[in-house]
């Protein structure tokens, strides 16, 4: 299968530590051209990594000669406008998690790559390991009986100084950069959407966003309970509970190489594998082939509706329908 040729629309530290490489080791990926607002960073970036084309504007990127699909590790705010002129070019986007700044805006984004044929994806790259395919089936033949309770969290200590998930402009706070996480878990989990929920917030003074939200999600079988936060020790943990087990996965988005899962009494240990190498090969077959992404725009638009009603209640302070 001829490879999908790509660009990276941002230089973002994740970009650098994380996607960039996988790009480079996924075999259907041809990295072609990297994008930044300065030349001069998108020109250490290609050098470093090797990447033939550096281009100085987001613009110029969409504009390269036979691109077919980009990735955007851009602030938040940003995600959902460049995922819309991409699509009127013609190019494939997987953009960086939440999708969008809000419900509405991932819509538009969801129309218009309807209109203008082509896919997009949520980059949470974490479904497409096996430590969560095997979860799944385990919960899905009835390990652990009916799932009544996800539990699950994510925080760590964020460096504050000029801090792009500070801003409220750009689509801050803890909920939307991490809380997105547990809630997206829950959902997959349940697989099912949540019918109403309830959140509090601590809101930073200075700065206006979040910095650490709990949250209670009702689904029609059961309850998630999610909780995230910037000010708070590094930690990240699943629990799926059933009628009669749970299991639990102990780091669930950011897994070891060697990942382990615990299903009721049994640990069981799950092969090397590079969930961002997974991801992009996915997305570049899809591009190819033109067969729908296993997570497509309406899953997206579903996960923001779950957010925003949130953030609804984090302003409101009572529970809110999704």
């Known amino acids: 299968m001829k490879r999908v040729r790509w660009g990276v629309l941002g230089c973002s530290g994740f970009a650098r530590r994380r996607a960039i490489p996988a790009m480079l080791q996924a075999p259907l990926v041809d990295l072609v051209a990297v994008a930044s607002r300065s030349l001069e960073k998108a020109e250490e970036y290609a050098t470093h990594f090797g990447i033939p084309k550096a281009c100085g504007s987001y613009q110029a990127l969409l504009e390269e000669p036979g691109l077919e699909a980009i990735y955007i590790p851009l602030p938040n705010g940003l995600h ?41 994806m949520e980059g949470f790259m974490w479904r497409l390991h096996g430590q969560h395919r ?68 601590n809101i930073d003074a200075e700065v206006g966003v979040d910095m650490r939200v709990s949250g209670i999600l009702e689904f029609p079988q059961g309850r998630a309970l999610v909780d995230c936060g910037f000010d708070l020790p590094r930690r990240t943990h699943l629990e799926i509970v059933g009628e009669s087990g749970s299991i639990t996965v102990p780091k669930p988005w950011l897994p070891d190489p060697e990942a382990e899962i615990r299903i009721n009494d049994s640990i069981e240990r799950l092969p090397e594998q590079n969930q961002g190498v997974e991801e992009f090969e996915h997305f570049s077959r899809c591009v190819r082939t033109g067969t729908p992404c296993e997570y497509g725009p309406d899953d997206a638009v579903r996960q923001m509706k779950v957010l925003d009603a949130m953030l609804r209640s984090i302003r409101s302070g009572r529970p809110e329908d999704v």
């Open 80 to 120: 959902g406008e460049w995922m819309i002129r991409a699509a009127e070019r013609g190019i494939h986007s997987l953009t960086e998690k939440p999708f969008t700044a809000d419900a509405h805006e991932a819509r538009r984004v969801a129309d218009a790559a309807a209109r203008c044929r082509v896919q997009v």
């Open 134 to 201: 095997r979860a799944r089936e385990a919960a899905r033949a009835g390990t652990i009986g009916t799932i009544r309770l996800v539990r699950s969290s994510f925080t760590f200590q964020l460096e504050r100084k000029q801090n792009i998930r500070l801003s409220t402009a750009l689509a801050g706070g803890s909920l939307r950069d991490i809380g997105c996480y547990p809630v997206s878990t829950a959902r997959f989990y349940f697989e099912d959407e949540p019918v109403r929920v309830y959140a509090a917030a």
